[in-house]
Nanobody, 126 residues
């Protein structure tokens, strides 16, 4: 079983930056895909992006390109979400999720993932 733990959330003023971390532990054989989602109150869980199969590229949803990016430290089993120029609309609980690579799945769908962190709150004030 894989455990994921997010950290790095908090309160930030609009225009500021935050970097979230997601540390994975447990048995992870093969290639795993780690993604970031967020969920604002009363909203559906929204896909932010994920790393590529190789881990060398990041796919970010169009609406967040240019402000958000994803990177990793493979040696530490950690994936990062870098968020810049934050806006009040970015206020949400941010989750990381992971699953073993499988070509059949749509990695933008929350129900694709069977391992989730507990989430970390990000609040952006004016």
């Amino acid at each position: 079983q894989v455990q994921l733990e997010e950290s790095g959330g908090g309160l930030v003023q609009a225009g500021g930056s935050l970097t979230l971390s997601c540390v994975a532990s447990g048995v992870m054989s093969g290639t795993w895909i780690t993604a970031w989602f967020r969920q604002a109150p009363g909203q559906e869980r929204e896909w932010i992006g994920r790393l590529s199969y190789s881990g060398n590229d990041a796919y970010i949803t169009d609406s967040l390109k240019g402000r958000f990016t994803i990177s990793r430290d493979a040696a530490k089993n950690t994936v990062f979400l870098h968020m810049n120029n934050l806006k009040p609309d970015d206020t949400a609980i941010y989750f990381c999720a992971a699953r073993a690579w499988d070509l059949r799945f749509d990695y933008k769908r929350p129900d694709t993932y069977d391992n989730w962190g507990q989430g970390t709150q990000v609040t952006v004030s004016l």
